[in-house]
């Protein structure tokens, strides 16, 4: 089972922040949390990942809270090309055994 | 930098016959390279995870003689399934982690959709 939480869908109007919430209250200390999106009927797309420190490039912003248990993705100005499948997962970094675990993610629309 | 491919991006077959689908990190070297399948609304699902030049690791419940996983060189993995049938219909996705660079980040392929008839 995945080990993080996403609501099923959000709607975004374009060019507004579009902030995706994500629960993981299971972490581990030595868990990233790492996000993915997916466009319909393609390959998934990294967008960000982060331990412990907020986290900005030039896609998103991550904002994980100080207990670790909740993040937040940030897209600063939707666009239509943002709508997609996004997937909050949380992972080893390395190592043999880590896997990534998919949830449903969030389905977001960003509408004109 | 970073690109992975997969060929073909569809394929409809008959049932009973067995299709190739290949896997290819264009720009790097991946020394481990994973095979997903998704069905229509749901989430990935790992089937296996190849390192280059040794056997698969296949999840529970995936038929390692069904869907047969070759990982010959660092830049290509192929995925064959094997007598398939309507229920084998899916979006099969490959990803990569590249090689000696200490980055653990998986990169995808655009996937491969399987019709079976």
């Known amino acids: 089972d995945a080990k993080t939480t996403q609501p099923p869908s959000m709607d975004c109007a374009e060019g507004r922040a579009a902030n995706l919430p994500c629960n993981h209250s299971?972490?581990?200390?030595?868990?990233?949390v790492y996000w993915y999106r997916q466009i319909h009927s393609q390959g998934p797309q990294y967008i960000i990942h982060g331990l412990k420190n907020n986290e900005t490039n030039e896609m998103a912003s991550l904002i994980i809270t100080e207990d670790r248990k909740s993040s937040t993705l940030i897209l600063p100005h939707a666009t239509l090309r943002d709508t997609a499948v996004y997937y909050c997962i949380v992972s080893l970094p390395r190592g043999n055994n880590r896997k990534l675990i998919w949830g449903l993610g969030t389905s977001l629309a960003v509408n004109p | 930098g970073a690109v992975v491919s997969q060929h073909p991006s569809w394929v409809i077959c008959k049932s009973g016959t067995s299709v190739k689908i290949e896997c290819r990190s264009l720009?790097?070297?991946?020394?481990?390279m994973f095979w997903y399948r998704q069905f229509p609304k749901q989430s990935l699902m790992l089937m296996a995870t190849s390192n280059e030049g040794s056997k698969a690791t296949y999840e529970q419940g995936v038929e390692k003689d069904k869907f047969l996983i070759n990982h010959a060189s660092l830049t290509l993995s192929t995925l064959t399934v094997t007598s398939a049938h309507p229920e084998d219909s899916s979006f099969y996705i490959c990803s990569a982690r590249e090689a000696g660079t200490g980055r653990y980040e998986q990169y995808f392929g655009p996937g491969t959709r399987l019709t079976v008839t």
């Open positions: 299971t972490i581990s200390g030595n868990e990233y």
């Open positions: 720009d790097f070297q991946a020394t481990t």
